[in-house]
């Protein structure tokens, strides 16, 4: 009598539940409101889940995800491809895109070093990094990782290795957010935003 | 420029975000968490959403969901078929089963008396609870439907339609929930509890 569900809900569940910040109470209530819905808005649901799964791959060159051969960005012939802008994911590339203003290209490392969680250097994209930079064309390497401890000691790392190479590296600016007040601002964004500080 | 994303994935995003209660930002993370996964997990969640939208119907009797011609609980002849339980949808059937208790079987409405929200009472399974207490075999329904307003108004509409069929109705106690407190209770539900007070 206990756990009444028919079988194939219980199932759906499960797998909404094994998803990120979904706990099993939501995942019921998501497999619920799938029931609910037309045959072919489920089915188009359950394609995308395959589509992206199968058709997307890392770009050999940015190691962004893309379905295509080669990044959109990377293979925008208008971008300059002699500016790269390292960040941590490709959800990072997605934001630094929505400013509009960026007209490098980018490499994704998909991840940050962090020896306590088991990631040394040789996990991330660096190899694909330095092979980019082999041919001396590009003049600039922009670190744009977290403004975390393992943000800064990546972009850190990253600078030290990337020196014999003779590369500009430059690392994102610190301060107050736009919008912000000092008053709520922590002591080291503070700090960061006197030191930083421009002409005006 | 804008917008950049691998299109299956933004696809995925937008599949995700049309679920209750999730958003397009957790929605991309969702899209972005299925990337990462194993194939056969992301086949297994596929078929899962197909299958349940497929194999799940109403069972003919007490109009929960099922994937057997019957539903798992009017299927049982060890249950009290004499005494119907009325819930409002098939989570509450869920919620009765865990308490283990409950022996009888269940009528699922699929909804509530609301006409703010267009929803009249021939759109809910009365008339398929109508026709189980034809033949007189039913000796009690249980109204089991929320404490809210539209909860207690399609239980006295009920209570009323089933007068003329002599069947015993009766309703869900209401009280303090167990670990409660009483600083915290309302007073509707404060006075419900005094109400139906019971000999210790």
């Known amino acids: 009598m206990a756990g009444y569900h028919a079988l194939p809900l219980e199932l759906l569940a499960e797998e909404f539940a ?10 019921q209530r998501l497999a619920y409101s ?9 089915e188009r649901f359950a ?15 940015c190691q962004n995800l893309t379905e295509m051969e080669l990044c959109s960005v990377c293979a925008d012939e208008e ?22 203003e960026y007209t490098g290209v980018y490499h994704v490392l998909h991840g940050l070093i962090s020896p306590i969680d088991g ?10 990094l330095l092979a980019r930079l ?37 690392r994102l ?7 912000g007040s000092l008053e709520y601002a922590d002591e080291v964004t503070l ?3 006197l030191e930083n500080r421009t002409a005006m």
Do not use: W
């Open 173 to 179: 600016a610190f301060g107050l957010p736009v919008g």
């Open 18 to 27: 094994k998803l990120p910040g979904i706990g099993l109470k939501s995942a």
């Open 34 to 42: 799938i029931i609910s819905r037309p045959e072919e808005d489920v």
């Open 191 to 193: 700090f960061k935003a």
């Open 134 to 170: 082999q041919d001396g064309k590009v003049r600039e390497v922009i670190m744009a990782t977290n403004p975390t401890v393992e943000g800064d000691a990546t972009a850190m790392y990253l600078a030290q290795l990337l020196e014999p190479l003779k590369v500009k590296v430059t």
């Open 47 to 61: 394609n995308a889940l395959l589509s992206a799964k199968r058709d997307i791959h890392y770009c050999p060159c």
């Open 119 to 128: 990631i040394t250097p040789d996990k991330l994209r660096i190899r694909e």
């Open 79 to 100: 971008r300059d491809h002699s500016l790269i802008c390292v960040v941590e994911s490709p959800k990072d590339v997605t934001a630094l895109e929505r400013t509009g």
